[in-house]
């Protein structure tokens, strides 16, 4: 029902998004306090449903924040990029872009590095309006927040471990974070949810296994594309372009179109773009650009600027990504359009975390 009502083509989509997970977190406190009634769990539901309708880019504010009356519109100035990467953690800088200026800058930001913790392949998603660092190639289990321009691990440790970015994708669902397609060839058709506190195993297991695919949110359901089956040696991994769509009463099925360009396709991004579900090739691939509308592949163009492992993010309606530098793209129904601004560095952001800031996000850190 929530997705009915949601403007795809609304620019304020991460306040949407933001604003809903708010409203989903009050039905949840809301309903646990029920005991069972019936009619209280109606007007829990009632209030929640009043909720979401004036959320941006939701039915009661279908424009985004443009004339809509939600106080989120108005608690944030967070029009502006900061991409943190394992590199510049060395080095205890992040990277903040100017989206007004269009000027990149080097901000000071604490990693809290130690022998025992760094964030090298360590998966970054939103939940509830946090950022999450999750697991990692010598932090497995590791739980960590983006707070006051900082990386600070968590109490909280994962219950099964997690490595790697795009190689064990990991995405908001429902107001929590589904971990998914880590490791070898039981684990990459494995999803769990972490809500914060507790990660389990959910039931559901993929028809392929997807290491090395990507995982994302489109049209209600999560959507997954190719990956591979283990990850053994490259004679070994298996790897494909079978699509995969998740709900939560079917599970996992084979009802997506599969990605037929390449005999197989890994390393590359997802995004869920209103004129269709977006795939971005690495730079084995050209970097090339395709769209999936109407159950039907179409390839669109190519990046710019060569990058292999994508770091990216969906802002201000368009999709960025980084390597060296940033690349916006903008998706339209004819097809596509980018630009990029230079680092000056050759930063190689391999998954790296790209967050919404304000304007003067770290600058005095």
């Given at each position: ?25 009050t ?14 769990t ?34 944030t100035n ?17 990277m ?5 200026t269009e000027?990149?800058?080097?901000r000071n ?20 309006g ?5 697991g990692?190639y010598?932090?497995?289990?590791a ?13 909280v ?5 997690f ?19 880590d ?8 999803c ?6 507790n990660?389990?195993?959910?039931d559901h ?11 994302v ?16 040696s ?23 179109t599969?990605?037929?360009?390449f005999e197989r396709?890994?390393?590359?991004a ?15 691939d ?20 060569s990058?292999?492992?994508?770091a990216k993010?969906q ?10 530098f ?13 630009v990029?601004?230079d680092s ?22």
């Amino acid at each position: 029902m929530a997705l009915e009502l949601f403007n795809l083509r609304c620019v304020d989509g991460d306040l949407g998004q933001l604003c809903a997970d708010q409203c989903n977190k009050t039905l949840d406190i809301c309903t646990a306090n029920c005991a069972g009634s019936s009619s209280c769990t109606s007007r829990c539901q009632g209030d929640w449903l009043d909720c979401l309708t004036i959320c941006p880019c939701y039915s009661g504010c279908p424009e985004g924040c443009q004339g809509c009356p939600n106080p989120i519109c108005g608690e944030t100035n967070q029009q502006h990029l900061f991409v943190i990467d394992e590199r510049m953690g060395d080095y205890n800088k992040g990277m903040h872009w100017n989206s007004e200026t269009e000027e990149i800058q080097f901000r000071n930001f604490n990693y809290n590095y130690s022998y025992q913790y760094d964030i090298e392949d360590s998966c970054y998603a939103m939940m509830n309006g946090e950022h999450y660092l999750l697991g990692g190639y010598y932090n497995k289990n590791a739980v960590a927040k983006i707070e006051d321009c900082a990386v600070k691990r968590q109490d909280v440790t994962l219950t099964y471990e997690f490595v790697g970015g795009t190689f064990g994708s990991c995405a908001e669902y429902q107001g929590k974070i589904m971990t998914c397609f880590d490791g070898k060839a039981k684990t990459s058709k494995e999803c769990q949810i972490f809500n914060g506190v507790n990660h389990t195993r959910i039931d559901h297991l993929t028809a392929r296994g997807h290491d090395w695919a990507d995982l994302v949110l489109h049209e209600g359901s999560l959507v997954t594309v190719g990956g591979c089956d283990n990850d053994g040696s490259y004679e070994e991994k298996e790897c494909h372009g079978v699509m995969e769509v998740f709900d939560d009463e079917q599970g996992w099925s084979l009802t997506g179109t599969d990605f037929e360009f390449f005999e197989r396709i890994t390393n590359h991004a997802l995004f869920s773009e209103p004129s269709g579900l977006i795939l971005i090739t690495d730079s084995s691939d050209d970097n090339m650009v395709f769209r999936l509308r109407e159950n039907l592949w179409s390839e669109l163009g190519n990046l710019q600027k060569s990058a292999f492992y994508l770091a990216k993010t969906q802002f201000l309606g368009d999709i960025f990504i980084g390597y060296d530098f940033l690349e916006r793209i903008t998706i339209t129904d004819e097809g596509m359009t980018s630009v990029v601004y230079d680092s000056g560095f050759k930063l190689h952001m391999d998954y790296s975390p790209m967050f919404p800031v304000d304007v003067d996000y770290c600058i005095d850190a």
